[in-house]
């Protein structure tokens, strides 16, 4: 294990919330300022209202490197894990040899939707709190998925100004190593990987087990994941998605998707040896998403009692935006997502439903974790897909017509929390912790690229 990596580790400075998009991009600045010799700060593009993307380039190695955080604006571990890797690498010309990369570093791939995401940045971080201040964008307004793509009948070709920074230094530089800097909300950590790369396993899992946080050993986020080794996935794309649409939806996949593919898929096409990692940190944990003894529910059972409890909560969603549809005077970006949200979910949930009932995997008892992910953290997200809601009323200014659906939310919401509280035996997670898996599996994963041999 290397030494200037594992003390760049440890090293991590103490964070307790989260920087603000302008305390992010006054960092840049600074450290610009301070090292104008080995720092060079472009702007790569700019966001859909109009904000600078920036990006920095530090040192001149032989390979190439593009991080950047905040492809969902609501994941920001990785803009922490950013700004200190920036620091670092400036500073220390033995860690910039040891990897020897030339690095291209995007804080902030999302920038307007890192400012709806401030509400909670500074704490308390309490679910509650955060799905009153949680903002993601609708898919085809995500930086991570409307990269171009031609697969089949898919043709998605309208990528948004954010993507298109991404585009542009993946054209340009080719990079060898992609860090896509996701993290989850909760559950445990898990990992997608772009190849078999058993070197990375103990290492992904000292880590974790190092800052005492558990696997995700519940369900997969998704069920064409495809398993690589123990909470680690092959990094899923959009072809993969097709597909499995292709077999258990009744429609046109390309109906359903109605967004692009992600990095790796649009980077590969420009270097085939490429590695994309993505290390999914939650904010909070149970002990019971890394339980993997035998319950007496079947799997299949408590999957589809997932799905349908979805499918109900998205009924409702929708009876309640048709209600509230007529009374809305401004289409904002809070709106644009729970439209897209509405009408793209339940057709997915129709082809899961399908793989659901025929799948083999689903023929047997269910864990403890997967128990726990199937009822309990389910409905943490369905808290947040509310949150939203409550965040497209609450941007109508002054509409009193809304005010009491507005009430009756909030008090939804609360009563969602307070559930949730009583069932939960969770724990917030130090952000300094987040910070070190991301960082230590982003490192040597890094280094692995550096010194692997291709046939």
Known sequence: MSDILFKTIEEVPNYSTFMTLDELNESTMKLANEFPDTVKIFRAGESREGRPIYGIKIGSGNKFALLFGCPHPNEPVGTLVLDY????????????????YTWII???????????????????FTPLNYAMNYYRPAGNKQVEWTFPIKYKTLNFNDPIPETK?????????RPDFIYSLHNAGFGGVYYYLSEHAPLLYPLFYYFVERENIPLSLGEPEVPWARPLAKAIYHMVSTPEYYD???????????EIIKSGTDSYDYARRFNPNVLELVTEVPYYYDPRIEDTSSTDILRRKAVLDNIAENRRYYQKLSKLYEKVKGSLKSYNKFREAIEYFLKVVPESLKAEEKWAKTAKELERPATVAEVFDNYQVSEFYRLLVLGLFYRM???????????LVIEEIENEMRGRAEKLERELNYEVIPVRKLVKIQL?????????VSIRERP
């Open 244 to 254: 499995y649409l292709e077999k258990h939806a009744d429609k046109d996949p390309a």
């Open 440 to 448: 230590a599996a982003g490192l040597y994963s890094a280094l692995y």
């Open 85 to 100: 890797l920036s620091w670092k690498l400036a500073e220390n010309e033995e860690l910039r040899k040891e990897l020897d």
């Open 393 to 403: 009323l609450k941007a109508e200014k002054s509409n009193n017509a809304l005010t």
């Open 165 to 173: 920074a991404l585009m542009n230094i993946i054209e340009n530089y």
């Open 106 to 124: 995007v804080k902030v791939a999302d920038p307007d939707g890192l400012k709806l995401n401030e509400g909670w940045l500074k704490g308390p």
